[in-house]
């Protein structure tokens, strides 16, 4: 079996955002439409945002923060790691609350991660709240 690479939020996880939260926008959803970049189009009200975390999260954090401008919303999981776009978010005061180690799922057979807990990768979310109009 092959490397997998991307990933999935796991439906324990996405339930209790989605309740907190009231998603009206999956910016990186999966299935992805086809013809859809969540990097091009509008995003909705309040936005769940997943990106691949590997290479190109700084896009996706210039994209909220545009979006932020409009009133929109946006809760962005990145892991810890990726400290220059959290420390980023919170320059531009995002909320940012430790979520532990979420164990995605593979977009291949949608099994879930098979890493030893101590090594999954610990996660943040990140809620930047839509700019007042």
Not at 28 to 38: A, D, Y
Request: glycine share 6%; net charge positive; hydrophobic share 40%.
């Amino acid at each position: 079996m092959g490397k997998k690479h991307y990933w999935i939020t796991p439906p324990d996880l996405m339930n209790s955002l989605e309740k907190r939260f009231h998603f009206d926008f999956d910016v990186c959803p999966f299935p992805r439409p086809e013809g859809f970049n969540g990097l091009t189009n509008h995003w909705g009200k309040m936005n769940w945002v997943n990106p691949p975390f590997t290479g190109g999260i700084t896009q996706w954090i210039r994209k909220a923060l545009l979006e932020r401008q409009n009133g929109n919303s946006s809760v962005i999981i990145l892991p810890l790691y990726q400290n220059r776009a959290i420390s980023l978010l919170m320059d531009e005061n995002a909320e940012i609350e430790f979520i532990g180690k979420p164990r995605f799922l593979s977009i291949e057979d949608f099994s879930p991660n098979p890493a030893r807990s101590s090594d999954l990768i610990p996660c943040v979310l990140c809620i930047l709240k839509g700019a007042k109009r």
